[in-house]
C-alpha cells in the first residue's frame, strides 16, 4: 500500500489558472495598479499556466481574491488558526524593482483590496536575500508583523486577497511577475506504506504537473521541509509503515525583511515531525540499518535551522504496539522539543544528535552507541529519567549545558558511556538538599558535574575499574612477591603500590576512573636471599575499561645473590 | 658494618654518597649495585627510579639522572661505572678568584650564579676548586659568573671559564704481577700525581677518566711501583670504558741497589760526591765513545764525578725512587718532570722500566737511550753500555789498564814490550822509523797499535845506541806527534813506546788509555836510588796488567 499524503490544513486556495480555483465561488485573480496581467502558459510550475504581470517601470498589486464567503481566518480559535500561506512566487526582473527602502517586491494579504492590508517585504533590488527571483515557494504566517505598518484596519482574520505588490522602477521586457499555486496549511500528513517515505513524500509533493506543494521540496539531492510532517493519525484506520534511509532532510527557511532584519516568515515552532497513532492502528517509523545488534548505518540526516525550533517527536502514545526505530540517524540543529517515545521498544542504535535541543527519551528507548554533541539546550543534551535506557554512547563538546542531565537525587548507574570536551558531563539539577547524587560509571569516565541547586546537594562519581598487572619471568612463570608501582604519566599520582600475589603474579588496585590515563608501571624484584631480577619498567593507559598489563621480569645475573 | 652504613642516598638530590661516619670498608661495584637494587624494590621506594644498572659484572651505569659522588668511588672497586644523563643535567665548574670552598653541609643546596639559584650542590673538589652542580639544563655557567652557595655567603669563587656538561666515566684499573712486599703504587695521569687513598700493595681501584664529556688526557693513566731498592716498574694503559683494566707491574729487591738512601742522596747532593745528570735537546751531547764510530749524540749526561758506575746506579735510582721530586727533562729542554714519573729520555725511547736509566748487572752500566756517562772512574773504562739517541747499542772499547802497585812516591816506572816473554828485555826495536822525521813528528814504518796508551813517551835508539825520549801527545796512523826539529833523524833508527812511563806519585800509577787488542809480554822496571832495581816480566792480557814492585833496600846505597 502506498502513502496516503495530504496537506494538512485549508488546502489548495488558488491554482493560478483561468478557472476558478478550489470551487470558491467568486474567487478570481486580478490586478491593480500600472501594470498588465494575464495566463500564460510560458511561465508555469504548477499544471501549464501562471498568473502573470508585465511592470515595466510601473507598480501594481497582483492578487487572488478568495472572495468575500470565503476570507479566511487566521486569527486566535480561527479556523486557519496555526496554518501557514505558501505561495509560489517568480520574479526574474529582481534588478528592476524599487530598492527595499522603496518596497520593490513584498507580498500583501488583504482584507480589503485597497485599504486594509499588510505587506511582507521579500525583495528590492539592493539585496533579495540571497533569492534570484526564480520561483520560490513563500511561507507566511500572517499574523506576524509587516514589514511596514498595515495599511488601513488588515484583519488576520479575514484574509480574502493574496498577492504581489511590485514596483519598477526600469524598463522590463515582457512579464516580470508570476503566481503559482498556492496554499494553506501546516504541513502534510502521510499515511499508508512506503519502504522510501521520505522519497515518495517528496516525489508527491514536487510532482508539479499535477502539484507544488511547496512542504516538500527538492534540490540536488537535499530535501527541504517547510511544516510539519505527521506520519501516521490519530484518525488512521490502518497501521502505518514509514521506513527509509539515507536521506537528507532540510528544514527550509523563508524569510522577508522586517525594516531592520531578514527575519522568518514562518512562525519559529511551524517545523517539525511528529509520529501519531491510533490505539487499534500502529505507527511504524524506521530509518537506517541496523548494524549487529545494537548499532546502526545508513540514517537519514534531519537538519533544522536558525530560524525555526524544529521539534520532532517520534511518539504516538496510543498503541504500545507502534515502535520507531532510528539507526544510524542524524538529528542536527534541531532546537524545538525533541521527543522520543516512552517506549522500550523504540530503538536509537548509532543515533547521533548534535546541536539540538535536550534529548527527553522519555520512558525507555533503547539507546546504544549514540553521541550527543555541542547541545544548544542551556541544560544538558540529555535528560535522565527512571526508565532510561542507555549504553556504550558518547558525550561529545558540550559546552553550552552539560551532557547528562540528573533531575532526581539517588544513585544511578552509567554503563559505557564516555564523555570529553565537555564543560559538565553531568548536571545535578534536584532541588537544594537533595543529598548526594551517586553516579556510579562502569565503563564510563564521567568526571565534571555542575549542580543547579548547591546548597544540599553533591555529586558522587564513582568510576571503579582494576588495575591488574601480571608479574611474570622470562620462562612465563608468575613471580610472587615483586613490587609493583603504577603512577600517573601526567604528575606521577601513584595509582597503586602492591605485591604480585603468589599464585599468579598479580598486582592489582581498583581505580577511579574518570578520563583515560597514561601511566608508567615500575614492577622490581631484586631482595638479597631469592632470585633477584632487572627492574621492569612499562607504560600503559588506564581506558574505562580498566588496565591489565603483563610484565616480564629479567633474571640479574650481575646482581649479587 | 653494612654497606647500608656506609652509603648515603639522597632521594631529594638524586646523589649516591658516602655516609657521614663511615667505615674504610671498601665496597665492590658489584655490591653498591646489589645493595640499591635491594633498597629500591622496596615498595616505599618504587616511586624513586632505580639509580643503577649493570651490563656485565664489572661494568655498571648511574641511570636516570643519579649521581654518584666521589667520596664513595673511592671506597669501591673491581667494576667500572659510567654515567647516563648527566649531559644538560649535571655541570662541572672550575673556580677561582677569592675561592673559600663548601663543605658537606652544602651538598643539596641551591649554589648561585650571580645571587641567582641555578640548581643544588651535588659534590665538590676544594683541592681542583670544582664544584658539581646540577643545572639540569645546557645552559652554563658563564665564566666570571660570581658563584656561592643559598644561604652560606661564605662560600666564593668566580667561574673560571665557562661550565662544562657531560657524562663521566670511572674506569677500574686494577694491578697484579709479582711485587716485593707491598709497594706504594702511584698513579700519574695528566701530568700529576692522584692523590692516592688506596693501600700499599695491589690495588683495585675506580679513577675518573672522564669528566662532564672530556677524556682526561685521552683515558690515560701510569701506574709506577718504585720503591727504593727495588727494581722498578711501571705501566702506561688508556684504560677502557667498561669492566677491569689489568695493569700488569713487577717489582724485586734491587741487589745493587742496597744502599741506605740518605746516604746515596749524600753522593748526588755534593754531601759525599756531585754524582749529577745534565740533559740538551736541543744541541745534543756529542761523545766518542772510542768504538771506531766516531761521535754520537745523547741527550742525557750522566756525570759520574769520578766515582764508580754502582753508585751512579744508586744515584739513578734514587732520582726516579717514589717521592722523587728530582727535576728531570725529558723530550725537550726544561720539559720538566718529577723523577718519580720519570721514564725516559724522550717518549719514543723504549724505556728501561725497571730503572729509567739504565740497569747494573755485573758490575756494568747499561745505560738507557740517550745517555752516556762522563768522568768514570779509572775501574770503569769497560764497565758501562750505551745507546746513543739513534737507538744503537755503543759498547767502549775494550780499555785495559796498565797498574803497578807497591810503590811508593818518587818511584819511576816503567813498563815495556818484552823481547820474548819472560827475557826481561825492553824490545827497542819495537818500530822501525820511516825515513826523515817531520817536523813535530816521529813516523815509524808501521802502523800504531790500538794498545798504544793516548799519550806518552816514543823513546827513539839512534844508530849508535843513543836514545831520546820524546812525549807525544797524540798519535795517529803511524805518526806521533811530539815536539821535534824536521830531520833530526834518517830514519834508520828504531824507537819503543812504553806503556807506561812515568814517576810515581803515591803507591801506584796506571794507565787507562789503551786498548786491549792481544796479549802482549811486557816487562816492569822500577828504580829509585835507595832500593834495587826491580824488573818482572808480565803480561798484558784482556784483563789488563798490574804488577806490584817490590821494593827492596839497596842496603849499599849510601
Known sequence: MALTINLEGKGIIANADASPDTAMTGSAWNEVGLGTDSFTTDTFLYGDTSFAGAYSNKNGYQYYDIGSANVLDFDTAGTEEGQHIYMWIHCPTIGLLQ??????????????LTTDYREFLIAGSDDANGWNGGWKCFVIDPTKTGSVTDTGTFDVGAIRYFGVWIDTNAIAKGDNIFISQIAVCKGIRVTGTSTTGWKDVVDYCIDYPNRAWGVFQERDGIYYQFGKANIGSTAQAANVSFADSGRIIQFGISEYWNGTAWVTLADIDYSGIELQDHASYTTTFSDGVIVGTDNGRSGSVIIGNDNHNVSLDLYGGNNAASLTTCYGTIF?????????????????????????????????????????????????????NANINIQDSKFIANTLGAAFEYPIQGTYSQNGLTYSGNTYDILYSDDASSGILTINAIDSNPSTSEITNTTGNSVSIVNSVDIDVYVKDEDNNAIPGARVGVYKTSDNTQLMLEESAVSTGLASESYNYTVDTDIYIRVRDSSIGSTRYYPGKTTGTILSGGFSGTVVLIKDRIVNT | MAIADDVSIDYINKIIGRDAS????VYTVNALYSYLMDTFDELTQLDDEVPMSAQTPTSYTMTNGWYIRENLTQFLETGAIQTSGYLDDVHTLVLDGTYAGPDEANIGTQVTDDAADIGALLDYDNTAQKWFIRVGSSTVIADNSVMSINGDAGVTGDASGDSTTGETIF????????????PSLYIYQNGSVITSWWSAGHFDILIKVKDSGTDIDSKVITVFAREFAELYSHFEITLTTAGQNAVPLGTSLDLNNETAVATVEDWQDGTTYSIAVAYNFAAPYQYDIGDGNGNQSYDCQIDANGQTLDKVYEVCKYWTRRTSTKQLEYNTDSN???????????????????????????????GAQGIYFTNLHGDDAQNFQLIDNGGTTRN???????TVGGLASGDRVGVYEETTQGSGLVDKTQYSLSGANALNTITVSTAIPVDTPATGSIIVVDDDGSEVAYAYSAW???DFTVTISAAVYSGSETAYVPYLYEESSGSNVSETTTIYVSDRYVVTKVRKAGILPFVTSGVYSSTGYSGTAIRTTDSQYT
Request: with cysteine; net charge negative.
Open chain 1, 99 to 112: 530598492t527595499k527602502a522603496n518596497k520593490g517586491l513584498t507580498i500583501r494579504l488583504g482584507s480589503d
Open chain 1, 332 to 384: 542536527k540543529g534541531l532546537t524545538g522539543t525533541l521527543v522520543m517515545g516512552n517506549d522500550s521498544n523504540h530503538l536509537f542504535y548509532g543515533v547521533t544528535i548534535n546541536k539540538c535541543h535536550q534529548f527527553d527519551p522519555v520512558g525507555a528507548p533503547v539507546i546504544r552507541n549514540c553521541t550527543f554533541s555541542e547541545t544548544i539546550d542551556t541544560d544538558a543534551a540529555l535528560l535522565w
Open chain 2, 22 to 25: 663511615p667505615s674504610t670498608t
Open chain 2, 171 to 182: 674506569a677500574n684499573p686494577y694491578s697484579l704481577g709479582s711485587i716485593n712486599g707491598s
Open chain 2, 336 to 366: 720538566f718532570i718529577n723523577g718519580e714519573a720519570y721514564i725516559s729520555a724522550d717518549d719514543t725511547y723504549s724505556p728501561v722500566v725497571v730503572a729509567p736509566f739504565g740497569t747494573f748487572a755485573g758490575g756494568k752500566f747499561f
Open chain 2, 396 to 402: 767502549p772499547p775494550n780499555y785495559q789498564a796498565f
Open chain 2, 476 to 478: 795517529s796512523g803511524s
